[in-house]
């Protein structure tokens, strides 16, 4: 019977309350993913897979010869990309597309970052060169730009620092291989045991 009467009184006590009319409510952004979003997802290909052909020497979007290759999958944390920004990883293998044709060039960079990923050598730099004597100008950058974030097994890539070769040179950042995963697990759970 208490309850009833508290109900009562807090009835009576609220009766000419009105709801506040809130004009400065704050929407935040929800993500856009696009149809291009999922074709991108559903295009990449690790490089385990066998084939080659995979990376198209068809179409990229072109860049400038001094444009500022840039690109970190979604879960890369900004320290990461930051220090791969700023040339902190060690570079422990190095490619250099100079004078290479399209399809050389395509053949190289999926052999090169096998064979990487193989060696567990995570962080690499390939020197691709401005291209502003290629007809058109940036045609081996705006392709390689294209091709890396096609590649699942690429995390992020940035163009390099001057003493690296700039703009005419990109440092890649590759997973690791499913067995360096397993390494590291059992080192570590040693390490908790």
Not at 9 to 27: G, H, W, Y
Not at 76 to 83: P, Y
Not at 160 to 166: I, S, V
Request: aromatic share 6%.
């Amino acid at each position: 019977m208490n309850d009833d009467n508290d109900l009562d009184l807090f009835q009576q006590m609220m009766s000419d309350v009105k709801p506040i009319e809130q004009d400065t409510t704050i929407r935040t952004k929800e993500p856009l993913i696009t149809e291009a979003h999922f074709a991108r997802r559903l295009a990449a290909v690790s490089l385990s897979d066998q084939y080659d052909e995979y990376l198209s020497l068809d179409n990229a979007p072109m860049l400038q010869p001094d444009a500022i290759l840039e690109y970190k999958k979604d879960g890369i944390q900004d320290g990461v990309f930051r220090k791969l920004r700023l040339g902190k990883y060690p570079i422990t293998a190095k490619l250099d597309l100079h004078r290479r044709t399209l399809a050389q060039a395509r053949d190289d960079v999926i052999s090169f970052l096998r064979q990487a990923q193989r060696l567990d050598t995570r962080s690499v730099l390939i020197v691709h060169g401005k291209g502003e004597r290629s007809n058109p100008p940036a045609l081996i950058k705006s392709y390689l730009a294209t091709w890396l974030e096609q590649i699942a097994d690429v995390m992020c890539f940035h163009s390099a620092q001057p003493f690296h070769g700039g703009s005419g040179a990109v440092y890649v950042l590759i997973k690791k291989s499913a067995e360096m995963k397993l390494d590291n697990r059992e080192r570590h759970q040693k390490r908790m045991s």
